[in-house]
Nanobody, 123 residues
Framework: VQLQASGGGLVQAGGSLRLSCAASGRSFRSHTAAWFRQTPGKEREFVAAIDMSGRSTDYADSVKGRFTISRDNAKNTLFLQMNSLKSEDTAIYYC?????????????????WGKGTQVTVSS
């Protein structure tokens, strides 16, 4: 699976952004997909994941209630709707995929990664 994230940018605190991740190659619909983020000097952290069908999701506590992960398997695309953005959401966001189910948030579980997209939230 090849992944390419887009949609990042500069937004004021309280604003919204929608990230997209276009997938190609091996069947995207047979993979669990996720978003991670990373800031300088810190490890890449889990943000949200969605199962193959799109019916089950998992969120980090820090984004629960503000971010929504979704997917369109017909279009091989993963999304992350980010609302009520805070300065601490500033990071490079990466999309990822793995062929196992939800429940494992470790980045080492994900074998497919896209290049990141920068999200900057100004306070």
């Amino acid at each position: 699976v090849q992944l390419q994230a887009s949609g990042g940018g500069l937004v004021q605190a309280g604003g919204s952004l929608r990230l997209s991740c276009a997938a190609s190659g091996r069947s995207f619909r047979s993979h669990t997909a996720a978003w991670f983020r990373q800031t300088p000097g810190k490890e890449r952290e889990f943000v949200a994941a969605i199962d193959m069908s799109g019916r089950s999701t998992d969120y980090a506590d820090s984004v629960k209630g503000r971010f929504t992960i979704s997917r369109d398997n017909a279009k091989n695309t993963l999304f992350l709707q980010m609302n009520s953005l805070k300065s601490e959401d500033t990071a490079i966001y990466y999309c990822a995929a793995q062929s196992y189910g939800l429940g494992n948030r470790a980045r080492t579980s994900y074998g497919y990664w896209g290049k990141g997209t920068q999200v900057t939230v100004s306070s």
